[in-house]
């Protein structure tokens, strides 16, 4: 598999998801790399379609590749891209968030990032899947940017390291390059992978609650994911269950 470079950036003020625009790219052929970028969104999508704010001051995008999975590696995809993310809010924000499973990014305890990927099936044309990766930072907007039943959970890049980030293009690009790179290292070496991405986990030795629709379905400490990209689960009664869907919620204490 070749390495992939960013080709094409399409740019809109506002769209409603950047990620429905990506996918009609798709159609058309678009190449690997390819981003839609959005300066704001009306209609922006988190897991299980939960509504994800977008107000203006973010980065908003969705990167295509054709990596080369089944549909049911999917998953494994969000979880390098939110890798890739941290990585490049590193190398250009100096922050070290964490990731909270499956695809959100956490710093100083309040979220920073969402992730959600896609699998598309082959276009005309082409015998390759693709993956559609929508990425959104809270980068130059402030926590009174948000509905306000959100403000306590949001924290934003500015907020965070008192300065604003001027340079949207680069952090953009160092994001692509950085999920690009973390999808090949998921690919070709995933035990290093794996390492790195317990070494960023939110959970990791927590008590959390797992819930399905708001139904809580177990309680325990989290153990890390397995090599499928499952959260392990050490339940109160002492198994370990593997957590496909749902939500992990920390608890405080």
């Known amino acids: 598999m070749r390495p992939w470079v960013m080709r094409q950036i399409h740019y809109y003020p506002q769209l409603d998801s950047t990620s429905r ?7 058309q052929g678009a190449a690997a ?10 209609a922006g999508r988190g897991q299980y379609d939960r509504t994800f704010a977008s107000p ?3 980065l908003y995008f969705s990167l ?15 979880l390098a891209a939110g890798l890739g993310c941290r990585d490049a809010l590193g190398a250009q924000c100096g ?3 964490q990731i909270k499973w499956p695809n959100d990014l956490y710093c100083a305890g309040r979220k920073i990032a969402g992730i959600l990927t896609e699998y598309c099936l082959p276009a005309m044309g082409r ?13 130059n907007s402030s926590s009174g940017d948000f ?4 403000r306590p959970l949001l924290g934003t890049v500015r907020d965070l390291t008192g300065a604003a980030i001027h340079d949207m293009g680069t952090l953009l690009e160092a994001c692509a390059a950085c999920i690009e790179r973390r999808v090949a290292q998921l690919l070709w070496d995933r035990s290093s992978f794996l390492a790195e991405w317990q070494k960023a986990d939110y959970l990791l030795g927590r008590r959390i609650r797992h819930l399905l629709k ?7 400490i989290g153990r890390g994911i397995n090599y499928s990209g499952r959260y392990l689960l050490e339940q109160d009664d002492g198994s370990t269950g593997a957590v496909l869907a749902g939500q992990l919620r920390a608890l405080e204490g």
């Open 21 to 27: 625009v990506a996918k009609d790219l798709l159609q």
């Open 33 to 42: 790399g390819t981003v839609v970028l959005a300066a704001q969104q009306s």
């Open 56 to 58: 203006p001051g973010g």
């Open 64 to 78: 295509i590749l054709y990596p080369e999975i089944q549909a049911q590696e999917a998953a494994m995809v969000t």
């Open 95 to 97: 922050l070290s968030p």
């Open 127 to 139: 015998r390759e899947a693709a993956v559609v990766i929508g990425a959104g930072l809270n980068v």
């Open 147 to 150: 509905p306000e039943e959100l």
């Open 214 to 220: 708001e139904q809580v379905l177990a309680t325990g």
